[in-house]
């Protein structure tokens, strides 16, 4: 009888380690195939550009397997109306990609000063920047200058045709840039300095001594205070989801691009995806602007990936060109994201992608349906 026992027993591991040994199979299948994995890029239009230029664009973008674009058309409805047809008609998905927190040469938010950012120096990004020109941004606390921004994404999400109103600088400015970047401003970051450390505006320190009873200027080290720290996280968080209302509302989708991963994103932009209501992310996974070897673009996206994997956000991978030194790069660059499961990769920028990188973003799109 015992015998018999064991030898049932034996039959049915046998039987779940064959099921196991299908389901791993299966999940590795499921892995190469490449089918649904998407191509796209991000592009800025010109209004002074032609139709039949536009159609040219978009059909050498089809041809080498781009699926999507991602549009920055200043926020203006009226030219995003006009080239969405002409996308799809090529087969390809349009997104209204919008500068969101940082609205430079806004004419309507520059007739309100009170409305822009102000650092822990006491200086207004409506007349001191920092780092560049065009660092122009909104308080995203104070009822005016988010009612401001949301209806700008109102009236994108209202454009028929397109996929998702997908978010841009959709944060605080940088309190650390990426480290490949500081050379250029001649800068050490090592702390968090007072001209890079936003928003102390009179809405955000009025707002936040009413939660937490205290004055956020009065501290001597803002850098451990965490509570200022994710008053700043929720003012982002809570103007996302307020975007997501709307944007769904029109039914479209919300998407953003982020930068690299929701931890990095925290420390360096008080940006924390993961715990956003969105549909979908772009990670920017710049790996040259952090000195980093292209197999991080892997470990960025697998660090993303997880972090979000319980919420059911889609992550496309960011993929700056002008650092790759050829199209066997770009092509490792691709399988680096898919591997670590992104659901597509988009390139900044459309111009930047020559002939040949064209012709290996189309060789590798091919390579994953075998």
């Known amino acids: 009888m015992q015998a018999k026992f064991l030898l049932v027993l034996l039959s049915i591991l046998v039987v779940v380690g064959c099921n196991q040994k299908e389901e791993k199979k299966d999940a590795s299948e499921a892995t190469i195939d ?40 200043s926020t203006d409805p009226k030219e995003l109306a006009r080239l969405v047809p002409i996308a799809k008609e090529e087969g390809l998905k349009v997104h209204a990609w919008i500068m969101a927190v940082n609205r430079p040469g806004d004419s309507i938010a520059l007739q309100h000063p009170e409305w822009y950012m102000v650092s822990r120096e006491g200086k207004s990004c409506f007349d001191t920047r920092p780092y560049v020109g065009y660092y122009q941004w909104l308080c995203p606390t104070r009822t005016e200058s988010r009612n401001h921004i949301l209806g700008l994404v109102e009236g994108l999400a209202k454009v028929e045709g397109i996929e998702s109103v997908h978010l841009d600088y959709i944060r605080f400015p940088d309190i650390f840039l990426p480290i490949g970047l500081l050379p250029t401003y001649n800068l050490k970051q090592e702390t968090e300095m007072a001209e890079y450390d936003f928003c102390y505006c009179d809405a955000c320190v009025s707002a936040f001594e009413k939660e937490h009873h205290k004055n956020p200027r009065d501290s001597k080290n803002t850098s451990i205070d965490m509570e200022w720290k994710q008053f700043r996280l929720n003012a982002i968080k809570a103007l996302v989801a307020d975007a997501y209302k709307i944007v769904h509302d029109n039914n479209k989708k919300l998407t953003a691009a982020v930068f690299p991963y929701p931890e990095m994103a925290d420390h360096m932009v008080r940006q924390r995806w993961d715990k956003w209501d969105i549909d979908e992310v772009y990670p920017m996974i710049y790996h040259g602007f952090y000195n980093e070897e292209i197999d991080w673009i892997g470990f960025a996206t697998k660090q993303g990936v997880e972090d979000v994997a319980s919420k059911n956000i889609g992550v496309n991978t960011g993929i700056y060109i002008p650092p790759f030194k050829s199209a066997e790069e770009l092509k490792q660059a691709i399988r680096y994201a898919k591997e670590n499961g992104a659901k597509g990769v988009t390139f900044f920028d459309g111009p930047t992608l020559t002939d040949e990188y064209l012709k290996a973003i189309k060789e590798t799109k091919e390579s994953f349906k075998k």
């Open 34 to 73: 490449g089918s649904d994995f998407k191509f796209g890029t991000w592009i800025t239009s010109s209004k002074d550009k032609t139709n039949e230029a536009y159609t040219a664009e978009f059909k050498r973008y089809k041809a080498a397997g781009i699926d999507e674009v991602l549009i920055n058309t």
